[in-house]
């Protein structure tokens, strides 16, 4: 099998201590992770790990956009987004269903307990939550430009407070009354 990035034949390897088979490529350092190889791995996890947030620090930073072909059935690899407001894309074949990684991806998967839900990245419920994710980071960082560091940490805290109020909604009648004594 040849590498999709360099053409670099792949070698061997086995990921997370032995256990998933996986080839790798000496050259660019990417790896190719076969679905037969990864569902077996998935089915002997007991349980999914909990999944911890990444922030832009430690994402991959090595990314390879060019069109590539499966290193196993040489289908096209569809390139798939995998977290939200951040550039980190799996190739994935269409065909074969086999990813690819690029350097580094595979092990910052494996740093937020990622890597055991690599075949949910390609389904619609994970893409609807990406979208969703990013619409709320649009948003909040919409309201932090108009209102500023201050105001928008008070506004938050505010309607905190609101929300779990049993008089919320006299409490907002009063706030909006241009005269909350008049009758
Ligand atoms: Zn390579
Ligand atoms: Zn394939």
């Given at each position: 099998m040849?590498?999709?990035?360099?053409?670099?034949?792949?070698?061997?390897?086995?990921?997370?201590?032995?256990?998933?088979?996986?080839?790798?490529?000496?050259?660019?350092?990417?790896?190719?992770?076969?679905?037969?190889?990864?569902?077996?791995?998935?089915?002997?996890?007991?349980?999914?790990?909990?999944?911890?947030?990444?922030?832009?620090?430690?994402?991959?930073?090595?990314?390879?956009?060019?069109?590539?072909?499966?290193?196993?059935?040489?289908?096209?690899?569809?390139?798939?987004?995998?977290?939200?407001?951040?550039?980190?894309?799996?190739?994935?074949?269409?065909?074969?269903?086999?990813?690819w990684?690029?350097?580094?991806?595979?092990?910052?998967?494996?740093?937020?307990?990622?890597?055991?839900?690599?075949?949910?990245?390609?389904?619609?419920?994970?893409?609807?939550?990406?979208?969703?994710?990013?619409?709320?980071?649009?948003?909040?960082?919409?309201?932090?430009?108009?209102?500023?560091?201050?105001?928008?940490?008070?506004?938050?805290?505010?309607?905190?407070?609101?929300q779990a109020?049993?008089?919320?909604?006299?409490?907002?009648?009063?706030?909006?009354?241009?005269?909350?004594?008049?009758?």
């Open positions: 040849k590498c999709p990035v360099c053409q670099t034949a792949l070698d061997y390897d086995r990921l997370l201590d032995s256990y998933l088979p996986a080839y790798r490529c000496r050259q660019c350092e990417g790896i190719w992770i076969a679905a037969r190889e990864y569902l077996r791995w998935l089915q002997q996890q007991p349980t999914l790990l909990p999944e911890k947030p990444a922030d832009a620090a430690d994402l991959p930073t090595a990314d390879t956009p060019q069109l590539k072909l499966c290193p196993q059935c040489g289908h096209f690899l569809i390139r798939y987004r995998v977290l939200p407001n951040a550039g980190f894309y799996l190739d994935r074949c269409g065909n074969c269903n086999g990813v990684f690029d350097q580094n991806e595979w092990d910052v998967l494996v740093a937020h307990n990622l890597h055991d839900k690599v075949n949910q990245f390609f389904t619609q419920p994970w893409q609807s939550r990406l979208r969703a994710e990013e619409a709320r980071l649009k948003l909040d960082q919409l309201y932090h430009d108009r209102f500023g560091d201050d105001d928008y940490a008070r506004i938050k805290d505010v309607r905190q407070w609101l109020h049993p008089q919320r909604g006299m409490l907002l009648a009063f706030l909006q009354a241009d005269d909350p004594y008049a009758m």
